[in-house]
């Protein structure tokens, strides 16, 4: 469910026309709904909201897509923030996250990043290793306050999704194999400054079905059972996200997150913890669109190519992923055709789509990549010397640039030429 629809065969976000946002700020631009991100995090806030021994902590996934706006937004409905870097800690405290709904995980947190964790009082650590254990505990003792931490098992489940984005199997760089979380949690104990409240597991992400997070989280259950046998005061467990979207019509539709909080509720029942979640794609993935300009067509012989004024810097996950994303002409005249829907830069992977059919457009048209909040923005950069495509956040008739395009004299001037580059 999203708030981009047609209105009188003209494509909006909400109330405002997405041709009159082109105008204003040019193409290619992101566009994201205020509506459908309150929306999909209340409808996965409700799913879970009675599921563990406390209201859960919903902590968004920062990396999905970290503009201000988008998490300020969330901020408001009560999230909190899993984050992965310094930077996104920075940027959930700046966008009002309270620190201790800050989760932190990745496999190479720095001690320097844990020691800016500890001075803000995060909520938790999730641990990925015995020698991240060690780090931590020493920035504990150094910062004279104990550092709550979890571990993040692996359950060696495969999630069944793309390869690029599994985590929860034993060849995975991601968390300490379960079947040694005991001996890990011993470890840490010993150390002395390390808070162990909980367990914590995220098996991949795009999953369209619930039974492997089923059974990763079985795993989780029976480790805690054990854990609290060898002593551990275990009060958190964190299941992590990785609840899949629609993207492609036709595809087998994923859970609906209410399947799976009843999922959840049942198989955690017996724990006696607060549950912590991190979805990240669930909640922005739907809730955005990349706003294209059609530069021109071209025929190389049987093949029809849709040039487009997006590219791969922009919109990186179908060179990265094979990722589908639905295109259609936000002003479609009713006639398709088939053709390959390309970006101008000089890779063989700048292609968004091959042998599509779609909407019938030419040059000047505006094209609407759809799902493209989540994973998308983020992972732009700047190659072949493009810039960073604005974005926009729209609520009802209203809305406004969130990030803005930047010159090319600003990203010029951000390289420095040394003096003696002439000379030698
Ligand atoms: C990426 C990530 C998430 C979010 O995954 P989604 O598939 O976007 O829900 C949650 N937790 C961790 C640890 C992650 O790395």
């Not at 609840?243 to 997150?257: R, T």
């Amino acid at each position: 469910m999203n708030h981009f629809e047609l209105k009188d065969g003209v494509l909006h976000a909400e109330d405002v026309s997405l041709p009159a946002i082109a105008d204003q700020v040019g193409t290619p631009f992101y566009c994201y709904s205020l509506s459908t991100l309150q929306r999909h995090y209340r409808v996965f806030a409700e799913a879970v909201a009675q599921a563990g021994n406390a209201p859960p902590l919903v902590a968004y996934a920062v990396k999905a897509n970290p503009n201000q706006a988008v998490i300020a937004a969330l901020a408001a409905e009560g999230a909190g923030a899993d984050v992965v870097s310094l930077g996104e800690m920075k940027r959930a405290l700046a966008a009002g996250v309270p620190a201790d709904r800050i989760v932190f995980s990745g496999v190479g947190k720095t001690r320097a990043e844990m020691d800016a964790a500890l001075a803000a009082g995060i909520f938790q650590f999730n641990l990925e290793s015995l020698s991240e254990a060690d780090m931590l505990s020493a920035a504990a003792q150094a910062a004279g306050r104990p550092a709550r931490a979890a571990f993040r098992v692996n359950p060696d489940v495969d999630a069944g999704t793309h390869a690029k984005i599994s985590t929860g199997r034993a060849e995975n760089k991601f968390g300490i194999p379960i079947d040694t979380a005991r001996d890990a949690f011993a470890h840490a104990r010993s150390l002395g400054h390390i808070d162990l409240a909980g367990v914590a597991v995220h098996i991949g992400s795009q999953l369209t079905d619930l039974a492997p997070l089923e059974t990763a989280f079985g795993h989780v259950g029976a480790l805690i059972a054990d854990l609290r046998a060898d002593g551990h005061d275990i009060r958190t467990a964190d299941l992590g996200g990785g609840l899949g979207i629609p993207y492609a019509p036709g595809d087998p539709e994923p859970p609906l997150p209410k399947a799976y909080g009843e999922m959840v509720q049942r198989t955690a029942a017996g724990w006696d913890v607060r549950l912590v979640f991190e979805p990240g794609r669930l909640i922005t993935g739907n809730a955005g669109v990349l706003v294209s300009r059609v530069v021109r067509l071209k025929q190389n012989g049987e093949r029809r190519f849709v040039i487009v004024d997006a590219a791969m810097n922009d919109l990186m996950r179908p060179a990265l992923y094979d990722a589908y994303h639905q295109i259609s002409a936000v002003q479609p005249g009713g006639e398709t055709f088939t053709a390959d829907i390309v970006g101008p830069v000089c890779e063989s992977g700048d292609t968004f789509a091959q042998q599509r059919g779609m909407d019938r457009v030419d040059a000047g048209d505006l094209l609407v990549f759809r799902t493209a909040g989540a994973y998308s923005a983020t992972m732009a950069s700047t190659y072949n010397t493009r810039l960073l495509a604005p974005e926009v956040m729209v609520s009802g008739a209203d809305w406004s640039v969130i990030r803005a395009r930047r010159s090319y004299e600003e990203l010029i001037a951000a390289d420095s030429i040394p003096e003696w580059i002439r000379t030698r």
